[in-house]
């Protein structure tokens, strides 16, 4: 497992991809801090995170689409099946790979926290609360893309799949919410990735909103192993 986490770590940083979804994320994080925070002097980033979440959404892809099609694609997961490795390990290091990058690029936005904090006009355990939800929300992200990087060998067409779940998620919390109907509104928000986020936004720690998350994201780890193990032993 940690071989391939070290060879898909690399390989996203001796290709653009690592460095074009860092820079993206970096640049947009602070940049909307700038206009939403910094020149209204306001000190509330849940609406700043808020709107990451749904940048992820976007980027996630990025990390994702090359995981598994593009082995699928160059013939090299045929020897990935050969080496004694476990199936099991070989997903769990291509989605520590992807989720590290992410970790790495978020640390390039912790300057928000410390100028927040220089001037004391934010809840630390609001912005703690905020990068805990982004987190989660992330691996869930990761794990649903690894899983349809499994479905094809074209990177693209991944891609398009992963954002027509990911966006389509999110219009779908976004437009139950304003639903008549309560029992629409309460079920979508149960299920909702994005729903999901808010008590965290606040500085709370729900255990069934971060068992959720980790279900997610162990779920699709799990349908990612079976695709795989099915192609292995066809």
Known sequence: MFAVFKRD???FYTTPIGYVFSGI??????????FMNVSRSASDVKPLFYLLLIAL??????????????????KTDQLLFTVPIRVTDIVIGKYLAALAVFVLSLIGTFLIPMILSYYSVAESWAIFGNYVAIFFAASAFIAIGLFISSL????????????AVLIGLWLVSALATSSEITI???LVSWISVFDRYSSFSYGLFDI???LYY???SVIFIFLTVRTLDKKRYA
């Open 214 to 216: 980790v279900s997610v």
């Open 184 to 186: 629409v509104r309460v």
């Open 208 to 210: 069934s909103d971060i």
């Open 9 to 11: 770590l690399r390989a």
């Open 57 to 74: 959404a976007f980027l996630a892809p990025i990390l994702t689409m090359r995981l598994i099609s593009e082995e699928k694609k160059l």
């Open 152 to 163: 094809t060998e074209n990177q693209l067409v991944a891609a398009i799949l992963t954002w």
């Open 25 to 34: 994320l970096i640049l947009f994080m602070n940049l909307c801090f700038y």
